[in-house]
C-alpha cells in the first residue's frame, strides 16, 4: 500500500472566495504520429486575443507503463523551434475523467506564449481502463517521466530543470496530487483544481450522477472490485491519505474547490477536508485553498481563472492576459 494514513483534521480555515463563469469542454480523438497538429484543436481562444492563435501543438508518442503505445500533446509558443530555442517551464497537466488529452492541452489556450512555457498532456493509461486511470501507480510514474519523455521525442526542446510544474482538474487534479506526494523532489509547484481526493467515497457518490451505475462499473473493473474488498487499492489511489507526505514535500501547492460541485458532490469533504488535514500536519505547509461557487472545473479555462492558476506559480502576468481577478 503506497498510501500514508493520517490522525484527526482540523477546522477549515478561512478562504478566497472566487466566482467564475461555466462552460463546457469538448473533446477531440488522439491522433499517434509525432507530427506537427497545426495550432490548437479546441476553439478556446481568449476573448482578449480575437482568433489570434500563438501557439503550436506536437503530437508524441510514449510507452506507457502497461506496455501500450500512448499519446502526449506539448504546446509550445508558435516561434519556439530548433532553431530559437531558449530553456522554458514545463507544466505537467493530466486530464480529467475521460477527458481526451488533445481536449484538456486546448483549456490552456495561449496562455503557454504568454509564459512562455511548455505544456504537456498526456493520454495516460490504467490497469485496464485508458481515459479513465483515476491514479492509477504506474499512470503516476508515467506523469513523473513526462520531462525525459518530451525531451526525447522533441530533442531540440529545452527544458529548465528546476522549473517543472503540474496543473489538473477533476481526475487530473487527483493525479496531480499524487505526483506531488510521490515525486515531489521533481516539482517546482503544482495546482489541482475541483479534485477528488478519497476514492471510495467518491464510488458510492458516483450514484448521484448521470451514467452513475456505469461508471460504478468502471471503477469496479481498473480498481479490482468495490471499496469495501479493495480497501487498499482505493486508498492508495486517493489523495487524502497521502496527506503527510504532501505535508512534507513543501511544494508549493494550490487546492481550488467549489462548494456547488455537482460532478465531485461534497467538495468540502474531499479537497476542502485535505487542505484542512495537511495544515494540521505540518502548518507551515506552503499549501493554499480557493473557494468558490463555480460549477466543476469552470476555472480550468484560459479565458476564466487558469491564467490566475498560472500567474500564482509565475508562470504568467496577469497583466499579460488581460484577467481581472
Known amino acids: 500500500m503506497r498510501a500514508t494514513a493520517y490522525a484527526g483534521v482540523a477546522l477549515a480555515t478561512a478562504a478566497v472566495v472566487i466566482?467564475?463563469?461555466?462552460?463546457?469542454?469538448?473533446?477531440?480523438?488522439a491522433p499517434r504520429?509525432?507530427?506537427?497538429?497545426?495550432?490548437?484543436p479546441v476553439p478556446?481562444?481568449?476573448?482578449?486575443?480575437?482568433?489570434?492563435?500563438?501557439?503550436?501543438?506536437?503530437?508524441?508518442g510514449y510507452r506507457a507503463f502497461n506496455g501500450q503505445r500512448r499519446a502526449a500533446f506539448v504546446v509550445l509558443p508558435r516561434w519556439y523551434g530548433p532553431q530559437n530555442n531558449p530553456p522554458l517551464p514545463l507544466v505537467i497537466s493530466p486530464h480529467g475523467r475521460g477527458i481526451e488529452p488533445q481536449a484538456n492541452a486546448g483549456l490552456f489556450g495561449n496562455l503557454p506564449a504568454l509564459g512562455p512555457f511548455?505544456?504537456?498532456?498526456?493520454?495516460?493509461?490504467?490497469?485496464?481502463?485508458?481515459l479513465y486511470a483515476w491514479g492509477a501507480p504506474g499512470d503516476i510514474a508515467d506523469l513523473a517521466r513526462m520531462p525525459a519523455i518530451v525531451m526525447h521525442a522533441l530533442p531540440w526542446l529545452r527544458i529548465a530543470p528546476h522549473?517543472?510544474?503540474?496543473?489538473?482538474?477533476?481526475?487530473?487534479?487527483?493525479?496531480?496530487?499524487?505526483l506531488v506526494a510521490e515525486h515531489k523532489q521533481m516539482l517546482a509547484g503544482a495546482a489541482a483544481l475541483d479534485s477528488p481526493t478519497n476514492l471510495a467515497a467518491r464510488y458510492a457518490a458516483f450514484r448521484k450522477l448521470p451514467n452513475g451505475i456505469g461508471l460504478q462499473r468502471l471503477a469496479r473493473l481498473e480498481f479490482g472490485g468495490i471499496p469495501?474488498?479493495?480497501?487498499?487499492?482505493?486508498?492508495d489511489r486517493s489523495p487524502l491519505f497521502f496527506a503527510h507526505d504532501l505535508a512534507e514535500s513543501m511544494v508549493p501547492l494550490q487546492i481550488w474547490w467549489s462548494t456547488r460541485d455537482q460532478i465531485v458532490v461534497n467538495q468540502a469533504g474531499e479537497s476542502?477536508?485535505?487542505?484542512?488535514?495537511?495544515?494540521?500536519l505540518n502548518p507551515n505547509a506552503p499549501v493554499t485553498q480557493v473557494v468558490g461557487s463555480w460549477n466543476h472545473s469552470a476555472e480550468m479555462y484560459a479565458?476564466?481563472?487558469?491564467?490566475?492558476?498560472l500567474a500564482r506559480m509565475g508562470l504568467v502576468r496577469l497583466a499579460a492576459t488581460g484577467t481581472n481577478i
Do not use: C
Open 44 to 60: 478556446l481562444r481568449q476573448q482578449w486575443l480575437g482568433n489570434q492563435n500563438l501557439v503550436r501543438t506536437w503530437q508524441i
Open 118 to 130: 511548455a505544456l504537456v498532456s498526456p493520454e495516460g493509461a490504467g490497469v485496464h481502463l485508458e
Open 19 to 29: 466566482g467564475v463563469a461555466t462552460t463546457a469542454a469538448s473533446t477531440h480523438a
Open 163 to 178: 522549473r517543472i510544474y503540474a496543473v489538473g482538474g477533476s481526475m487530473g487534479g487527483q493525479e496531480t496530487l499524487l
Open 33 to 40: 504520429a509525432p507530427v506537427p497538429t497545426g495550432g490548437m
Open 228 to 235: 469495501r474488498t479493495r480497501h487498499d487499492a482505493y486508498a
Open 303 to 309: 479565458f476564466t481563472r487558469l491564467p490566475i492558476v
Open 272 to 280: 476542502g477536508l485535505l487542505y484542512r488535514a495537511i495544515k494540521r
